[in-house]
């Protein structure tokens, strides 16, 4: 069993920043890669940043220069900082995390996702 929990969701102005954190426990062997995803209503859901093993990371090009992806690999714990938050920005954001369980079977599992407010 493995469980993905995010957290650090909130409002805020244009312009201010927000810090998610998502947490990865349970039965894993191993983490290859955790990222976020976030969809806003009416819309697809789209990958915003992840991290995969060995430190690379990817940002869709409309976050770049403003957020920051990073993990705490002792603790399968990633981290999205937001600065220079728009209005655009606001959705639901989704964790994810790819593991390998104790089974050895590598799986993709989903937090339930924090809401982010951009107010203008």
């Known amino acids: 069993q493995v469980q993905v929990v995010e957290s650090g969701g909130g409002m805020v102005q244009a312009g201010g920043s927000l810090r998610l954190s998502c947490a990865a426990s349970?039965?894993?062997?191993?983490?290859?890669?955790m990222g976020w995803y976030r969809q806003a209503p009416g819309k697809q859901r789209d990958l915003v940043a992840d991290i995969i093993s060995g430190g690379t990371t990817n940002y869709a090009d409309s976050v770049k220069g403003r957020f920051t992806i990073s993990m705490n690999n002792a603790k399968n714990t990633v981290y999205l900082q937001m600065n220079s938050l728009k209005p655009e920005d606001t959705a639901v954001y989704y964790c994810?995390?790819?593991?390998?369980?104790?089974?050895?079977?590598?799986?993709?599992?989903w937090g339930q996702g924090t809401q982010v407010t951009v107010s203008s």
């Open positions: 349970g039965s894993i062997f191993g983490i290859a890669a």
């Open positions: 994810y995390a790819r593991a390998l369980n104790i089974r050895q079977t590598m799986t993709l599992y």
